[in-house]
């Protein structure tokens, strides 16, 4: 900031600078006056210039240092109060500039709140007529057809309820209820809903829950195994698909492992990502949303996802659940 400051008032530096040198060259050519004297008094006038520069840069720096470490927010309590005319222009523009970014802002938010719930207004609403349809599915006497109907009942009943989790994963820390929930009642629930689909693909599950209880959030839990499992069915063939848990040193560990096609190792990094999709097996009925959101909801539970996969010989999803203790924070919340 003293450089600057310098750089700032160069030309008053140089104009004192040239005023002394001016009177020792007219004290030098003019012998009648004395050069002692004029030395003496560019001297002090020196030293009382040099005390000058000192208290207006600490009385000038303190607003523009507080300027240049201000985030940029638009909280503007970082900001030391403007004292000198020129500081409250920029003082006066600042706070004006940051107003008018609030209001913007703050019209977005709430034009955002409402495009999100009148989407999960419409999300639910949908939810009945789809409702009605699959009670009328079951009553269909064709299998083939009644099989077919369900599963694309299935397709769209899983896109719903994807892009209402997408809408509310922003607000997830005010939709959390942590509390021990029974992991079989949750697996098989979830199991159900996939049947018509794994029935058509020739998929059975083995389940094996050595570990029944966790302490999470129920639905939000029950939305990132659905997706593992989602995940698991859509790229499986007729083989099973294997669900397990343990328990070690009071922390539980779940098991989502499939045989299916596996995941490129290239793709490994990246299957988290939003909106990725497999480069080597491209399906353009693939949102790339679906592991992203799950991802997403288990940091907020404190769940650690890990993945292993071979191309070919399947994909293991493991969920590690955070030890008791690790839940202090967010039970608070």
Same mark, same amino acid.
């Not at 107003?99 to 989407?119: C, H, K, S, V």
């Given at each position: ?10 030309? &008053? ?29 560019? %001297?002090?006038?020196?030293?009382? %210039? ?19 470490? &201000? ?50 207004? /419409? ?29 694309? /009942? ?14 509310? +994963? ?26 018509? &689909? ?21 639905? /939000?839990?029950?939305?990132? +195994? ?108």
């Amino acid at each position: 900031m003293l450089k600057k400051f310098l750089i700032e008032r160069r030309s &008053w530096i140089l104009l004192f600078l040239f005023t002394q040198l001016l009177l020792l060259f007219i004290a030098y050519i003019d012998s009648s006056i004395p050069i002692n004297s004029i030395i003496y008094i560019v %001297f002090l006038s020196f030293m009382i %210039f040099m005390i000058f520069l000192a208290v207006r840069y600490n009385k000038e720096t303190p607003f523009y240092k507080s300027l240049k470490e &201000w985030d940029g927010s638009l909280d503007l309590s970082e900001i030391d109060e403007a004292e000198a005319p020129f500081e409250k222009i920029v003082e006066h523009r600042i706070k004006d500039q940051t107003e008018r970014q609030t209001e913007i802002t703050t019209a977005n938010r709430i034009a955002l709140e409402q495009e999100r719930d009148d989407l999960l207004s /419409w999300i639910h609403e949908v939810k009945t007529p789809l409702t009605a349809m699959h009670l009328i599915i079951e009553r269909l006497e064709d299998d083939k057809i009644k099989a077919q109907l369900t599963y694309e /009942w299935l397709r769209i009943h899983l896109l719903l309820d994807q892009q209402l989790h997408q809408k509310r +994963i922003s607000f997830i820390e005010n939709d959390l209820h942590v509390e021990k929930i029974a992991l079989e009642p949750l697996v098989f629930k979830e199991i159900k809903n996939l049947q018509s &689909w794994c029935m058509q693909k020739g998929i059975g599950f083995e389940v094996d829950l050595k570990a029944d209880e966790v302490l999470s959030d129920e639905k /939000w839990l029950a939305f990132i +195994i659905r997706q593992l499992l989602t995940n698991a069915v859509k790229y499986s063939g007729e083989s099973d698909i294997i669900i397990k848990s343990r328990k070690d040193h009071d922390q539980t560990f779940l098991e989502v492992q499939d045989f299916g096609r596996g995941i490129d190792p290239k793709d490994l990094p990246r299957i988290f990502d939003k909106g990725f999709t497999s480069t080597t097996h491209p399906d353009r009925a693939a949102t790339g949303m679906g592991l992203y959101l799950a991802k997403k909801a288990a940091e907020s539970l404190l769940i650690h996802i890990h993945v292993k996969s071979q191309p070919g010989r399947g994909t293991i999803f493991a969920l590690t659940f955070p030890k008791p203790n690790e839940f202090v924070n967010l039970t608070r919340m």
